[in-house]
């Protein structure tokens, strides 16, 4: 790296989706390992996205978002959380929840601050917060149930942290937070006055087992819960890079101090396009659910037949598995398979701060065609 490049850059590798999907390319394998759909999702976003551009919505949109997406967000917020944002100062668009996440850090983390974070965690958090010059503290969601032990959470809150992230579906393992644990989490950060950042990019990314509970919707949370999801994940258009955070105003004007510095405004006919698709959600959101369903109960099926033990998913795309005895590791693991055996997956060890309880799993995405899946795990099924 170049003499003058952030040294906080040198504590980054390289994300380990970037890595995999190269490898991926380079041995013509099955891609099992980012997180995307390999399919389109509904043909009629495209079509909406090129009627705003025909009718001319081709400049810039004003920085927080425009206003019909804002407000068909503001309607599903209500619809199936009974919660109540005003999209005029309590809503942000942003180049995906990627972005989101980066402007909510770059906006409340300083120099020295702790974050606690729950670990596997989404890798964005750790960098994000490593480069705002915070310090990533990590509680572990364990082996099989993926729970964590509140001693561990309570121990892990200093006087220096400002800040608990969660991640309700979760990526990698599929965890949907219960209830209970989003209490004890919420009675942490009310006793603390922290404020809690909860990425809920997989809300609807759910298969009936198990209901979707946001944060903010727990007693005391709605003004110290600071909500990022995406449309990528709710229309499976990962590439238009469009998501949204939701936060009381004064929240929401930290964090577009540092949003108008960022991207400034979003893709505006890709906006107009997601304010239709908000407004579709009553008949698209089941045959949605029931496709990825399907997805998820067919890889699970697959992998029955193979070595790799499944933990089941309740939310996301994503299928924690357990690595067969013979490996080193997990990433001794990935390597042969997409090498030799032509699929890729991810190892999740790297989104370990602490234990290394990810050296014995891999991380699958079920987003994928049914032959790309049954192709994929017929492969690990040579092993
Ligand atoms: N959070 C989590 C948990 C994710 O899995 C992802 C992405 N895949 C993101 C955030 C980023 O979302 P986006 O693609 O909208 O930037
Ligand atoms: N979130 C996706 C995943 O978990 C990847 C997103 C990215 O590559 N930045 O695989």
Known sequence: ???YANKKLS???ESIFS???RLAFEYQATNLGQGFPDFDGPAWLPEMAYQAMKEGKNQYAPSPGIMSLKQNIAEIEKKYYNLDWNPLTEMTITAGATEGLYSIVHAFVEAGDEVVMFEPFYDAYQADVILAGGIPKYVTLKKPDFTFELDELEKAVTDKTKMIIINTPHNPTGKMFSKEELESIAKIAIENDLLVLSDEVYEFL????KMHIPTATIEGMKDRTITVSSTGKTFGMTGWKIGYICANAEITEAIRGVHQWTTFAVNTPGQHAMAYGFSQ???YLPSFQKEYKAKR???LEELDKTKFKAHNAFGSYFIMVDIPAGFADDVECATKLVKELGVATIPPSIFYGKSDEGKSMLRLCFAKKDETII???RKMGQI
């Open 375 to 377: 192709d994929g795990i």
């Open 11 to 13: 504590g980054i590798p």
């Open 297 to 299: 109960d067919l890889m």
């Open 19 to 21: 890595t995999m999907s």
């Open 1 to 3: 790296m170049h003499k």
């Open 281 to 283: 959600m009553e008949t």
């Open 206 to 209: 759910t298969y009936g087992e």
